[in-house]
Nanobody, 125 residues
């Protein structure tokens, strides 16, 4: 059974940093692109970053470009999202997701169809 588990969320002040982790099990992580998405109540889930299976290609939504960095350690079956210079508008539930291939379609994995339970990030003073 394919499973993704997010961790690392919490409360942080504006301008602060957090690092989210996405740990995979039940499938060979190194064959698939992985993405991070976020959702606030009443809005659609937004794809914010994606990394190819090899890690050589990364994409970011304009809303996070220059502040967030996605990376992966295939040996640890884990993908990370380093979030710096956080803003109140970054407050959301953050999910990682996997699709059906090793590349990204914009800021989401191609064929995205599985994601984890999410981790809450709150940016507030």
């Amino acid at each position: 059974q394919w499973q993704l588990v997010e961790s690392g969320g919490g409360l942080v002040q504006p301008g602060g940093s957090l690092r989210l982790s996405c740990t995979a099990s039940g499938f060979p992580l190194d064959r698939y692109a992985i993405g991070w998405l976020r959702q606030v109540p009443g809005k659609a889930r937004e794809g914010i970053s994606c990394i190819s299976s090899s890690g050589r290609s990364t994409n970011y939504a304009d809303s996070v470009k220059g502040r967030f960095t996605i990376s992966r350690d295939n040996a640890k079956n884990t993908v990370y999202l380093q979030m710096d210079s956080l803003k109140p508008e970054d407050t959301a539930v953050y999910y990682c997701g996997v699709g059906d291939d090793n590349f990204c379609s914009g800021s989401v994995p191609h064929g995205l169809d599985i994601w984890g339970q999410g981790t809450q990030v709150t940016v507030s003073s």
